[in-house]
């Protein structure tokens, strides 16, 4: 039978490599031997699943949909695997993850050789960007995400809260004054993350307030921002976890601490639906969770309420 699993493992690699003499060598096959596989495959098929030249191959459409579905597969018969023992050497293969480029450098890239060195077996692709992107369709096992989530079938645990507080520096606030009112805000310059120039605070009565801000930039990264916050640009809004180091050492200042923004932003774990969670997938999140509120206590916990609610005098935090 030539439709087994050694045969799709095979495809896969030829897939990837785009050579079907380097992806036979992996698997201790010639050239010849390694081609003969993928033609008997094809045979098996009844489909033509690569073009061949002399340099190299490419995919049929038809070789797109089987790669889909060998990965799929494999992935299944080694989560089960993994499932079905328990000890760490036996967490192997490779693990797909995504995050916001700000957060993943800061909570998750200085953590990945520590993860690798308990799972050796285990390889990792991550991909940090700030935009959403499709899970499911991209093929990632895990995504970290930040904020409000909208509805769907994806799987999702949070994995710790995620304050949000509006911040400026001493030099901008100096120069410009202290908003004292939410309203003020549309008398400042204000720096938006992306397309959200729409800021909701809520005070202590429980009332909403939402203003329209308006700045001379706007950008999608939250790194880029947070350098602008800090250069005296204007009045930014960000995460504690970002924010609380420099609060701590009066680069930044708290703006209208009396005010909570709303919506309340979480850090979540989030993973495609009807699946059983992979032993890979199972520890880098537990590995990850621990990490993340590890670190963010280390910043930003002496600037919470045993509430968690956040809890900075702005005069007392080195407001002019």
Request: hydrophobic share 45%; charged share 20%; glycine share 8%.
């Amino acid at each position: 039978m030539s439709f087994d699993l050694k045969s799709l493992e095979l495809f896969v690699r030829v897939a990837t490599l785009g050579a079907i003499g380097r992806a036979g060598a992996e698997f201790s096959l010639s050239p010849t031997n390694a081609t003969q596989r993928i033609k008997a495959l094809e045979a098996e098929l009844g489909v033509k699943l690569l073009n061949r030249t002399t340099r190299a191959v490419s995919l049929t459409p038809d070789g797109e949909i089987l790669l889909e579905h060998a990965r799929r597969i494999l992935d299944d018969v080694e989560d089960t695997r993994n499932v079905l023992s328990h000890t760490t050497k036996s967490i192997s293969g490779a693990l797909r993850v995504t995050a916001s480029a700000s957060f993943g450098r800061s909570h998750i890239v200085p953590f990945v050789p520590e993860f690798l060195r308990l799972y050796p077996d285990v390889t990792l692709d991550l991909h940090l960007t700030d935009a959403v992107v499709n899970i499911v369709e991209m093929g990632y096992d895990l995504a970290f995400r930040i904020g409000a989530l909208a509805p769907s079938s994806l799987l999702a645990r949070k994995v710790d809260s995620n304050p949000l507080l509006l911040v400026a520096s001493p030099n901008y606030l100096a120069r410009a004054g202290h908003p004292e009112a939410p309203q003020e805000l549309a008398e400042h310059v204000c720096l938006p993350l992306g397309e959200n120039r729409s800021w909701k605070l809520v005070d202590k009565d429980g009332t909403l307030h939402e203003i329209r801000v308006s700045g001379p930039v706007s950008v999608n990264l939250g790194d880029a921002i947070g350098e602008w916050i800090l250069a005296g640009l204007g009045i930014g809004l960000t995460s504690l976890w970002h924010a609380g180091p420099d609060i701590k050492e009066g680069r930044l200042v708290p703006v209208l601490p009396g005010f909570r923004i709303w919506p309340d932003a979480n850090i979540w774990a989030v993973r495609p639906p009807g699946r059983l969670l992979p032993a890979r997938v199972k520890a880098f999140m537990a590995f990850m969770e621990e990490r993340i509120v590890e670190t963010n206590r280390s910043r930003y916990g002496c600037l919470l309420d045993e509430s968690g609610n956040i809890c900075i005098d702005s005069q007392a935090s080195g407001a002019a």
